[in-house]
């Protein structure tokens, strides 16, 4: 069976638009105190390479909980999306193959929908693209590359249609509260009343289990952290010596959220050529790389009714660990 693969913007423009983004987020995050580099930029071929080890990894229990998940919740989600056609809009879909276990259930189901993954990472949706080539029975796509923004305004022009957005793995915990907050009530204003979000919330547990997640055995993770130097030696022609920055990772008591770092271990200078700028590095100074926010049920409640939708359903994991919360879009009229 062939699949109806429109991009829906081109990718060479995405791209070059991406090239100076990340050359000015360099320059904004590196000049700051403390350093800082966002983690989208994790993502590039090799990055999405290192994520795909990551969610194989056994620490790496957000994977195997979602796919739980939606292994035993797929009926109670697919009935209560409902029968009308729809969009089913994702949001960093990355591999896709939590994904798959849905859109299998809904076709199965015999539901009317084509599927839209919004990724800034091209090799990821260009794979995802390859893999749902060929699909049986007949699933309509159209894959963007680009940041999740770009994926609201698209959403914001389709005022006829029903969408479902699938925001999964945990990808909510790397904006601090605040953020998520702007960035939910953004997608609020994007969609229409009664459309669906399904969020992947990875819940507080165990610290020891959070923390070991983040510092698997096999270095993967560090690895995938240090990645970010090398793209930023490879793209933007810096000089960094991946041998003289160690990876660290640690769960906040007080954010809620393991965070993590690159640490220099040394006094040194880094030159970027492409922003003909050097970057001075104390010993033992930090690079942060990304926060993973935990949550609570209440919390999650909470974000829920400042943003204005309403949960419909929320589905865990057998033991606890991860739920992914089925919210509605509540608008022109009291809750
Ligand atoms: C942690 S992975 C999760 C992938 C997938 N949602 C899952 O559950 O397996 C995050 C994905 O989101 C994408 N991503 C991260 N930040 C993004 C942004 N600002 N805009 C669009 N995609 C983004 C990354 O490229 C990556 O594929």
């Known amino acids: 069976m062939t699949v109806q693969c429109n991009a829906l913007k081109p990718y060479d423009v ?10 000015l987020d360099v320059l904004l995050g590196l000049s700051r105190s403390p350093k800082a580099l966002p983690s989208k930029y994790f993502y590039d071929a090799e990055g999405n390479r290192l994520f795909q080890k990551i969610m194989d990894l056994p620490e790496y229990y957000l994977t195997e909980c979602e796919f739980e998940i939606f292994q035993n919740h797929k009926d109670r ?12 809009v994702e949001l960093g879909a990355g591999d896709g193959q939590k994904t798959r276990v849905l859109i299998d259930h809904f076709l199965g189901k015999g539901l009317d929908f084509r599927y839209i993954p919004i990724d800034i990472c ?7 693209l390859q893999e749902l080539q060929g699909y049986s029975p007949p699933l309509r796509i159209e894959g963007l590359v680009s940041e999740y923004f770009v994926g609201l305004k698209w959403l914001s022009n389709q005022i006829h249609d029903k969408n479902v957005v699938l925001f999964l793995g945990s ?10 907050r702007v960035f939910l009530y953004s997608l609020w204003n994007a969609l229409n009343d009664e459309d669906y979000v399904l969020i992947g919330f990875d819940l507080k547990k165990d610290i020891h289990r959070l923390t070991v997640a983040y510092n698997d055995s096999q270095g993967i993770t560090a690895a995938f952290n240090l990645n970010l130097l090398r793209r930023i030696n490879r793209e933007l022609g ?5 041998d003289q920055f160690r990876y660290y990772s640690a769960y906040n008591v007080y954010s809620g959220a393991v965070e ?8 040194q200078t880094v030159y970027v050529e492409t922003l003909n700028q050097s970057f001075s590095f104390e010993a033992w100074e930090p690079v942060h790389t990304e926060h993973s926010h935990k949550y609570l049920v209440s919390d999650i409640a909470e ?4 943003t204005g939708y309403e949960i419909i359903e ?12 089925l919210w509605q879009v509540r608008k022109n009229r009291e809750m």
């Open 122 to 128: 091209e090799e990821a949706l260009t794979e995802l």
């Open 238 to 242: 810096g000089n960094f010596d991946l």
């Open 171 to 180: 990808n909510i915990g790397n904006f601090s509260h605040s953020e998520a």
């Open 314 to 325: 929320q589905s865990y994991d057998s033991r606890g660990y991860f739920v992914d919360s």
């Open 14 to 23: 995405q791209a070059a638009e991406s090239h100076q983004d990340f050359a």
């Open 260 to 267: 993590s770092f690159l640490i220099s271990l040394r006094e």
């Open 303 to 306: 974000l829920a009714e400042e």
């Open 77 to 88: 989600i697919g009935e209560l999306i409902g029968s009308d056609r729809f969009n089913l």
